[in-house]
């Protein structure tokens, strides 16, 4: 089964960052739209950030200005920095190709501590 590998994850501390990457499957799918989810604990899987074939982004309110989603110089590998985080970031964070074949990763988690 095809899937995106996420890595980068791991515990910071309120205020710290992270970057997560996201590996694609193939060359093939260089310059897909992507997008990042997370699911924090109790709570349904949530849209944060996403990246179109041309480039435009969109995030959510919740992490706008904070986040930044980005493709890297590198073939196959779509990025999401995360600054000045919140214990609210806490959760799984997964990466998804939703074309051709709604591709997920496995999730990796971020814990933000107090």
């Known amino acids: 089964q095809v899937q995106l590998v996420e890595s980068g994850g791991g515990l910071v501390q309120v205020g710290g960052s992270l970057q997560l990457s996201c590996k694609l499957p193939?060359?093939?799918?260089?310059?897909?739209?992507v997008r990042w989810y997370r699911q924090s604990p109790g709570k349904q899987r949530e849209l944060v950030a996403s990246?179109?074939?041309?480039?435009?982004?969109i995030y959510d309110d919740s992490v706008k200005g904070r986040f930044t989603v980005s493709r890297g110089t590198s073939r196959n590998t779509v990025y999401l920095a995360m600054n000045s985080l919140k214990p609210e970031d806490t959760g799984v964070y997964y990466c998804?190709?939703?074309?051709?074949?709604?591709?997920w990763g496995q999730g990796i988690q971020v814990t933000v501590a107090s």
């Open positions: 998804n190709l939703p074309a051709p074949n709604n591709i």
């Open positions: 193939s060359p093939w799918f260089d310059g897909n739209p």
């Open positions: 990246i179109s074939r041309g480039g435009s982004t």
